[in-house]
């Protein structure tokens, strides 16, 4: 540690930790982000901030709840820098945050910490570079204080800068896992906040690697966080990928505005550049299309199109050909949906093949039944993952080889090749190799079949738990073996078909299933935790005197709302780290995969008093199985076993569960109805080869098996369907149009942005130009082509809203009160304020040389008024006078030539700046300045 003794160190460590300090950038109360992060990483659950006023200097300081340090922390990280107790892909990894507090200009720096195991304190004298141990601090729980004196600024010191700094930088914290996120104060007031909408519009916006809002407005700003602490803020895309220019495209003055938090960013060393990885790449990907389609929203907001213009500018920037195409492909498949309506009948469930045995109607007359799936390169059941160990959170391993197993039958089988039903307070349910508990009962020949599975055996000494449908039972007589050896099955104390391969080649085994038979509720399946703690105790307190199914809807629930769902190696390795017990261990880490979240399932069933046991095998999809082995719940309750699947993408089995001994209760029965379930007429009775009829189960299932169960929907039912779903994608996308329409002051702004660029020429293949932006008098909006075609006959007019000119004008007039309008005006062609027309409102007498112009006009153009009017400018529009259509020409007194022509009182001058500046004679302005030139001079 730098000390009192060591002044050239110290003085040396501090000049070095200053340098360090300066990466941060400009911003002085950046330290209040990095104290932040720090406590967070501790481990805090509150963060309080505190300043005061001590004479002339100014106190801040900073105090959690976290873990705290020793001395030998304080020495080994805080007084070394690049060395950190964080792990790699971590922010503050490296080493030096902590210093950016000299960013600050402190004289003095109290750093008070209390372990679980020592407190420490010392004193940092920043202006000496000297460091002296103090006394043991007063802390009353393990945490650490940092208190940060400096001479007073008024604009550094000012407490609502402080809070603004520290809720835009740090507000938005949160936790690493497995912990809680910690509660932010600054002067006993909370400051935590989640990110918000900023800007003129914005969406939310959540991936699998970020979250926040993105949106447009006026000014560009783009806010990086991780972990909800601020990183870095950029103003264009450009900068934060400075390799890949154009990112953004066209502006059209509306500029990504956007906090993104993604707790995946690589944060360096000087947190002024980011690590260009995946993570950021996918961040600049989704700002980039979120705040495209955000400008588009506000575009159709300040100036929506007609459909029809839509329509039609769409074509226009496709072209002839890719509509002609997309017309076609449009229509081919509209032609093939109603063949395959009218062709293929659809079951339930998405079971569109018929069942095993049933013919297949392919439109000839031969019957045809589909052979079984190939499969390359399958890998024998005996190489599945051992499952008996206990249920782990397991990573994907990447794409493998299918197992060598296929079935003839409807989807989503689940073939249990393994029961693990043995209670263990550390490791959960585990189960045991399987054993020899006598001949295996068979369904009686004859039965019709659901399933027909094809296993390939290879030879070994050990036994095989034949894979079976869960609540299924081969029927007797259907096995057929390829290989050489006497078959011999026998049953596992789970009542699995057990196959003994002695003496067996390898070869192929075919069986047959069907639902039915009697399964003995084999003992120990109530054997659980004796406590539960978290919101599953509260959970089971809830429910206990409530009905059996109650009962289990709400501990299903409650596993899918408490447990998330994650196979991430992060997560895995965590999971295996903990030496918790297993309930403890996922109340507490809230994680898990198939066989986690189910295990966890049936333990809070056990402790609901309700038998339960976890499954473990495969899914079978389109005649095979998936390559990774999945775990799912089977409880007994009203006298049958039922099948449910708590873990995503929660499959769900097409095969009804199977009642057990004697008939049981009605479902619904109390709990006195469950136990005593292994009495007589269970286990040891023979199988009459009853099958029963299919048993509720949490979540419907679809049905599967025989013909008799599918039903066929009809074309029109189909159709009926696909009508219903586009009427509800309509609705639902308008009500969400309704709901999320931007709005705000800020839209008059981008709106003069939007038509300024429009109005540049510049080419942004959103046709800008016929956007109707302008507001008439009328009510109706008036694009900037429909005011360049006006402007080719007659001046542009505009009027404030109850001129009583403005009626009498023909043609659209402009609203001059629209705040849109003004700033556009110059840019705008020649544009006539009817205020500037005086002569009209009988406002003084006219010179008498307008009086004669007029007259040598009158015979050409009709009625024409010219009148005098303040400025420089020269204009003319058309208005009804007296009930006839008048032309109106406004001379301004400052005009050069209207001056002139004025002053030497010269009709030549003043008529041929009437035919120059006025559409007057816009059809023929050569020829008809030449006539009265001609006719004026004579």
Same mark, same amino acid.
């Given at each position: 540690m730098p000390a009192a003794e060591h002044p050239g160190a110290a003085a040396e460590f501090f000049r070095r930790a200053g340098q360090e300090a300066e990466r941060y950038g400009g911003d002085p109360l950046i330290f209040l982000r990095e104290l932040v992060q720090n406590s967070r990483d501790a481990g805090a659950g509150t963060i309080a901030f505190e300043t005061a006023h001590d004479g002339d200097d100014f106190v801040l300081s900073c105090t959690d709840d976290g873990q705290g340090m020793s001395q030998a922390d304080v020495e080994r990280y805080l007084f070394r820098l690049y060395s950190s107790s964080k792990g790699q892909g971590r922010a503050g990894r490296f080493g030096v945050g902590f210093w950016s507090v000299l960013r600050f200009s402190p004289h003095t720096i109290r750093i008070e910490s209390r372990s679980a195991t020592a407190q420490v304190a010392f004193e940092v004298d920043v202006s000496r570079g000297a460091v002296t141990l103090l006394p043991p601090p007063r802390?009353?729980?393990?945490?650490?204080?940092?208190?940060?004196?400096?001479?007073?600024?008024?604009?550094?010191?000012?407490?609502?800068?402080?809070?603004?700094?520290?809720?835009?930088?740090?507000?938005?914290?949160?936790?690493?896992?497995p912990r809680r996120r910690p509660q932010l104060r600054f002067n006993q007031a909370a400051v935590n906040r989640p990110l918000a909408p900023r800007g003129v519009y914005a969406r939310r916006v959540?991936?699998? !690697?970020?979250?926040?809002?993105?949106?447009?407005?006026?000014?560009?700003?783009?806010?990086?966080?991780?972990?909800?602490?601020?990183?870095?803020?950029?103003?264009?895309?450009?900068?934060?990928?400075?390799?890949?220019?154009?990112? #953004?495209?066209?502006?059209?003055?509306?500029?990504?505005?956007?906090?993104?938090?993604?707790?995946?960013?690589?944060?360096?060393?000087?947190?002024?550049?980011?690590?260009?990885?995946?993570?950021?790449?996918?961040?600049?990907?989704?700002?980039?299309?979120?705040?495209?389609?955000?400008?588009?929203?506000?575009?159709?907001?300040?100036?929506?199109?007609?459909?029809?213009?839509?329509?039609?500018?769409?074509?226009?920037?496709q072209g002839t050909s890719r509509v002609v195409l997309f017309a076609g492909g449009l229509l081919l498949a509209l032609v093939l949906t109603v063949a395959l309506a009218s062709r293929f009948r659809v079951a339930p469930g998405g079971a569109s093949a018929a069942p095993p045995g049933a013919v297949t109607d392919n439109g000839d007359d031969d019957d045809?039944?589909?052979?079984?799936?190939?499969?390359?390169?399958?890998?024998?059941?005996?190489?599945?993952?051992?499952?008996?160990?206990?249920?782990?959170?397991?990573?994907?391993?990447?794409?493998?080889?299918?197992?060598?197993?296929?079935?003839?039958?409807?989807?989503?089988?689940?073939?249990?090749?393994?029961?693990?039903?043995?209670?263990?307070?550390?490791?959960?349910?585990?189960? #045991?190799?399987?054993?020899?508990?006598?001949?295996?009962?068979?369904?009686?020949?004859?039965?019709?079949?659901?399933?027909?599975?094809?296993?390939?055996v290879v030879p070994s000494r050990r036994p095989l738990v034949l894979p079976v449908?869960?609540?299924?039972?081969?029927?007797?007589?259907?096995?057929?073996?390829?290989?050489?050896?006497?078959?011999?099955? !026998?049953?596992?104390?789970?009542?699995?078909?057990?196959?003994?391969?002695?003496?067996?080649?390898?070869?192929?085994?075919?069986?047959?299933?069907?639902?039915?038979?009697?399964?003995?509720? #084999?003992?120990?399946?109530?054997?659980?935790?004796?406590?539960?703690?978290?919101?599953?105790?509260?959970?089971?307190?809830?429910?206990?005197?409530?009905r059996s199914e109650r009962r289990v809807a709400a501990i299903i629930d409650a596993v899918k709302q408490h447990v998330r769902y994650t196979t991430d190696p992060l997560d895995a390795a965590l999971f295996a780290r903990s030496a918790r017990p297993f309930v403890q261990r996922v109340t507490d880490l809230g994680i898990g995969d198939?066989?986690?979240?189910?295990?966890?399932?049936?333990?809070?069933?056990?402790?609901?008093?309700?038998?339960?046991?976890?499954?473990?095998?495969?899914?079978?999809?389109?005649?095979?199985?998936?390559?990774?082995?999945?775990?799912w719940t089977e409880y007994h309750l009203g006298g049958v076993w039922r099948t449910v699947d708590v873990s995503p993408p929660q499959f769900m089995p097409t095969?009804?569960?199977?009642?057990?001994?004697?008939?049981?209760?009605?479902?619904?029965?109390?709990?006195?109805?469950?136990?005593?379930?292994?009495?007589?007429?269970?286990?040891?009775?023979?199988?009459?080869?009853?099958?029963?009829?299919?048993?509720?189960?949490?979540?419907?299932?679809?049905?599967?098996?025989?013909?008799?169960?599918?039903?066929?929907?009809?074309?029109?039912?189909v159709w009926g369907i696909g009508l219903g779903l586009l009427v509800l994608l309509g609705a639902g996308g308008w009500w969400l149009g309704r709901r999320r329409a931007p709005?705000?002051?800020?839209?008059?702004?981008?709106?003069?942005?939007?038509?300024?660029?429009?109005?540049?020429?510049?080419?942004?293949?959103?046709?800008?130009?016929?956007?109707?932006?302008?507001?008439?008098?009328?009510?109706?909006?008036?694009?900037?082509?429909?005011?360049?075609?006006?402007?080719?006959?007659?001046?542009?007019?505009?009027?404030?809203?109850?001129?009583?000119?403005?009626?009498?004008?023909?043609?659209?007039?402009?609203?001059?009160?629209?705040?849109?309008?003004?700033?556009?005006?110059?840019?705008?062609?020649?544009?006539?304020?009817?205020? !500037?027309?005086?002569?009209?409102?009988?406002?003084?007498?006219?010179?008498?040389?307008?009086g004669r112009v007029e007259a040598r006009l009158r015979p050409a153009f009709g009625p024409v008024s010219l009148n005098l009017a303040p400025g420089a400018g020269v204009s003319g529009y058309a208005v009804v006078v007296d009930g006839a259509p008048t032309h109106v020409v406004v001379l301004g007194h400052d005009h050069p030539t209207v001056r002139a022509a004025l002053a030497s009182d010269d009709d030549v001058t003043l008529l041929d700046t009437v035919l120059t500046h006025t559409t007057l004679a816009l059809a023929d302005r050569a020829g008809w300045r030449a006539h009265f030139l001609r006719e004026a001079l004579s």
């Open positions: 802390l009353a729980h393990t945490g650490t204080r940092i208190t940060l004196r400096r001479a007073y600024d008024p604009a550094l010191c000012d407490d609502e800068r402080l809070r603004h700094t520290l809720t835009v930088s740090a507000g938005a914290v949160t936790a690493l896992p959540k991936t699998p !690697r970020c979250n926040g809002f993105v949106g447009v407005g006026p000014q560009p700003s783009i806010r990086l966080y991780s972990f909800g602490l601020f990183v870095r803020e950029a103003k264009s895309l450009d900068e934060l990928l400075p390799h890949r220019a154009g990112l #953004e495209g066209p502006t059209l003055g509306l500029f990504p505005v956007a906090d993104i938090n993604a707790d995946g960013l690589d944060v360096l060393l000087d947190r002024s550049r980011l690590g260009e990885d995946k993570v950021l790449h996918d961040v600049v990907e989704v700002v980039t299309r979120r705040a495209a389609a955000a400008r588009l929203e506000v575009l159709h907001e300040v100036a929506p199109l007609p459909l029809a213009t839509r329509v039609a500018l769409w074509a226009k920037s045809v039944t589909a052979p079984p799936r190939e499969v390359r390169a399958p890998r024998p059941v005996d190489d599945a993952v051992d499952p008996l160990a206990g249920p782990v959170i397991n990573p994907p391993e990447g794409p493998a080889a299918g197992w060598d197993i296929t079935y003839e039958g409807p989807d989503r089988p689940f073939f249990k090749t393994a029961t693990l039903a043995r209670y263990d307070r550390m490791r959960g349910l585990v189960g #045991e190799p399987p054993s020899d508990e006598g001949p295996y009962r068979f369904l009686k020949a004859g039965t019709d079949p659901v399933y027909i599975v094809r296993l390939g449908p869960s609540g299924h039972r081969v029927i007797a007589q259907s096995l057929a073996y390829t290989g050489e050896g006497a078959l011999r099955l !026998r049953r596992t104390p789970h009542d699995e078909p057990l196959l003994e391969r002695g003496g067996l080649s390898a070869g192929v085994l075919t069986y047959r299933t069907a639902p039915g038979g009697r399964v003995p509720v #084999e003992a120990g399946l109530r054997e659980g935790p004796a406590r539960v703690g978290g919101p599953f105790a509260r959970v089971l307190r809830k429910v206990r005197k409530q198939c066989d986690v979240m189910n295990g966890m399932t049936v333990l809070l069933l056990r402790r609901a008093n309700i038998p339960a046991r976890l499954g473990v095998g495969f899914v079978g999809e389109a005649g095979e199985v998936a390559s990774d082995l999945h775990a095969v009804p569960s199977t009642p057990v001994g004697r008939a049981g209760p009605a479902p619904g029965g109390d709990d006195d109805d469950v136990r005593g379930e292994d009495g007589p007429g269970t286990g040891a009775e023979p199988d009459d080869g009853s099958v029963p009829g299919p048993a509720e189960t949490i979540a419907p299932e679809a049905p599967g098996g025989h013909d008799s169960m599918i039903v066929y929907l009809s074309k029109q039912t709005g705000g002051a800020g839209l008059d702004d981008c709106a003069v942005a939007l038509m300024d660029q429009a109005l540049s020429g510049a080419e942004t293949g959103l046709a800008l130009r016929r956007r109707p932006f302008f507001l008439a008098l009328s009510g109706k909006r008036l694009s900037l082509e429909q005011l360049v075609d006006i402007a080719a006959t007659r001046d542009l007019v505009c009027a404030a809203p109850g001129d009583d000119l403005a009626a009498r004008v023909e043609g659209p007039v402009l609203d001059v009160s629209d705040p849109r309008l003004a700033p556009l005006l110059p840019r705008l062609p020649a544009t006539l304020d009817l205020a !500037r027309a005086p002569q009209l409102r009988g406002q003084g007498p006219a010179p008498a040389v307008l």
